[in-house]
């Protein structure tokens, strides 16, 4: 079993739909959960990052961990066409990251 | 956060040859990282380049066929020698910097933009 598993692509929706993505991990050390954005041909940019279960907002973006289910989310509100990337989730035992393999988001305009 | 370069962003090469990517920091950094980026495949971190001290490798890497160096805190170079087809990737450097704010432990890690290599 890989310690992330990560819900396969890819993922096409219309503009302004509410996108759910999801990971599974096996790890109980990790301790830090992080969704990466990564564009065509640019590297992963950091998008959000938690360490405790439960919910975090940041604008149209929503990162939740459940740590008792070894499962974090990313929830997208009202997707615009700029959030068409492949999401990474990753998550951390100290510096060093473990990731998933992408799911590659399309929205249509 | 970090500005990031790397050279070159894109080569084909022969098999049996032998590429240098280059890493470029605007910022001292401490920690420095090289992964691959695999088609279908995560992000898979190759070593850690800390300056001043060996690089140190993952599971399935060797400093042979991946020799790293890191002569000052702001620049890395990773080779990937003797190449072949399966070494097709795309080679990223990432660099540390320790968040700020109340969740100081958390060290957020930036990328550089890549190196998409293509073996013959």
């Known amino acids: 079993q890989k310690e992330v598993e990560q819900d396969p692509g890819p993922l096409s929706v219309p503009e302004g739909a509410i996108v759910s993505l999801n990971c599974t991990y096996s790890n109980s050390a990790f301790q830090y959960f992080m969704w990466y954005r990564q564009y065509s041909r640019k590297g992963p940019e950091l998008l959000m990052y938690t360490y405790s279960s439960g919910n975090k907002e940041d604008g149209r973006f929503t990162a939740q961990v459940d740590k008792s289910s070894k499962y974090i989310s990313l929830f997208i509100r009202d997707s615009q066409p700029s959030d068409s990337a492949t999401y990474l989730c990753a998550m951390s035992v100290l510096s060093k990251l473990t990731f998933g393999k992408g799911i590659t988001l399309s929205v249509r305009p | ?120």
């Open chain 2, 1 to 120: 956060s970090a500005v990031i370069s790397q050279k070159p962003s894109r080569d084909i090469c022969q098999r049996g040859t032998s590429l240098t990517i280059q890493c470029q920091v605007d910022s001292q950094v401490t920690m420095m990282f090289w992964y691959r980026q695999q088609p279908g495949q995560s992000l898979t971190l190759i070593a850690t380049a800390n300056q001043g001290s060996e690089a140190t490798y993952e599971s399935g890497f060797v400093i042979d066929k991946f020799p790293i160096s890191r002569p000052n805190l702001t620049f890395s170079t990773l080779t990937v020698s003797n190449m072949s087809p399966e070494d097709s990737s795309i080679y990223l450097c990432s660099v540390v910097f320790r968040g700020i704010g109340k969740q100081s432990l958390y060290n957020e890690q930036f990328f550089g933009p890549g190196t998409r290599l293509t073996v013959l």
